[in-house]
């Protein structure tokens, strides 16, 4: 039961390079969200899918591009590479139960450098 | 727009301990509060999840306790050992409409327990 999986752990990009952040979750939940972490502003939501075929835009989307083409997989596009999106990206899944989401599951994380 | 404060930032207790960390919540309206673990270089481990109709839940040494009212949420830990050092993070899930599933996070706190 691997549960979320993100690649690459880390990665070293130059300003302007595009790349994608890999999840895959193998729980057949139906929600999934990327998260970025900064130091002293905790996580900030990215982007979300509700399911295959349907995200939508979280708190700082701009510079960022998803897509949800089947339940298990939620890559994340980095369009332009910028120093600003130095940070640690994090990958979750959950699934609903009565109209609500339960059990967050997050990956381990991609430290990803912009130079 | 939902902002999350935690106090302390950062607490360092001895060994058998019991502390209190502080969450607290501009917008009553929510679904849910979790409770996090973060471990150095690592990902969230949830470690309890409160209803909003909830007053309290309890999992071993750990009790989180939700007065939705005065936007405040309390994380008990009892007998505190050095395995207990970690990040805290507190996070809230918004109610209902398109925000459904959304969490907002705080800052975290950072635990450390010396032997």
């Known amino acids: 039961n691997a549960g979320v999986t993100q690649t690459p752990k880390f990665q070293v990009l130059k300003t302007g390079q595009s790349m994608t952040l890999q999840c895959a979750q193998d729980?057949?939940?139906?929600?999934m969200s990327w998260y970025r972490q900064d130091p002293g502003m905790g996580l900030r939501l990215i982007h979300y899918?509700?399911?295959?075929?349907?995200?939508d835009q979280g708190e700082v989307p701009n510079g960022y591009n998803v897509s949800r083409s089947t339940t298990e997989d939620f890559p994340l596009r980095l369009l332009s590479a910028a120093p600003s999106q130095t940070s640690v990206y994090f990958c979750?899944?959950?699934?609903?139960?009565?109209?609500?989401?339960?059990?967050?599951?997050f990956g381990s994380g991609t430290r990803l450098t912009v130079v | 727009k939902q902002e999350v404060t935690q106090i302390p930032a950062a607490l360092s207790v001895p060994e058998g301990e019991n502390l209190v960390l502080n969450c607290s919540f501009t917008?009553?309206?929510?679904?849910?509060l979790q409770w996090f673990r973060q471990d150095p270089g690592k990902g969230l481990t949830s470690l309890l999840l409160?209803?909003?109709?909830?007053r309290e839940q309890t999992s071993g040494r750990l009790n989180a306790s939700l007065d939705k009212s005065s936007g405040r949420s309390t994380l008990y830990i009892a007998a505190s050992q050095p395995g207990d050092s970690a990040t805290y993070l507190c996070?809230?899930?918004?109610?209902?409409?398109?925000?459904?599933?959304?969490?907002?996070f705080g800052q975290g706190t950072i635990l450390t327990v010396h032997p």
């Open positions: 979750a899944s959950s699934y609903s139960v009565t109209g609500g989401y339960y059990g967050y599951t």
């Open positions: 729980m057949n939940h139906e929600y």
């Open positions: 899918s509700v399911g295959a075929g349907i995200t």
């Open positions: 917008d009553s309206a929510i679904y849910n």
């Open positions: 409160i209803q909003s109709s909830q």
């Open positions: 996070a809230v899930g918004d109610a209902g409409g398109t925000s459904y599933g959304k969490l907002t």
